[in-house]
């Protein structure tokens, strides 16, 4: 049973960084596209950054890839997001998803679809 568990949310101030973590189980994270979404209060969710790890391809939002790194620890079956600067308006749930055994980074960050696995998401607030 595929299963995605994040972590690393919470309350910080402008400014300052954040390392989200994305474990998965039931699947290999190297053989999916992984991805971290995130939704803002009244918002649409969008896919912010995706990854195939053994094929070292990533994709990022174009306005703020600039702030994202994403990357995985096969041994551990983790996926992760490094969001620096991070401004109120990041303010979001931020979740991960998984598309075992694609290959396409792109497609699951602008087209999730119900048939891909999602995590519960964790809560990021940013406030001084």
């Known amino acids: 049973q595929v299963q995605l568990v994040e972590s690393g949310g919470g309350l910080v101030q402008p400014g300052e960084s954040l390392k989200l973590s994305c474990v998965g189980s039931?699947?290999?994270?190297?053989?999916?596209?992984v991805g971290w979404f995130r939704q803002a209060p009244g918002k649409e969710r969008e896919g912010i950054a995706c990854i195939h790890a053994r094929a070292n391809v990533r994709y990022y939002e174009r306005s703020i890839k600039d702030r994202l790194t994403i990357s995985a620890n096969d041994a551990k079956n983790e996926v992760y997001l490094q969001i620096n600067s991070l401004q109120p308006d990041d303010t979001a749930i931020y979740s991960c998803?998984?598309?075992?055994?694609?290959?396409?980074?792109?497609?699951?960050?602008?087209?999730?679809?119900?048939?891909?696995?999602w995590g519960q998401g964790t809560q990021v607030t940013v406030s001084s």
């Open positions: 998803a998984a598309r075992p055994f694609a290959t396409a980074v792109q497609p699951l960050c602008l087209a999730p679809t119900p048939d891909d696995y």
């Open positions: 039931g699947f290999a994270v190297g053989e999916a596209v």
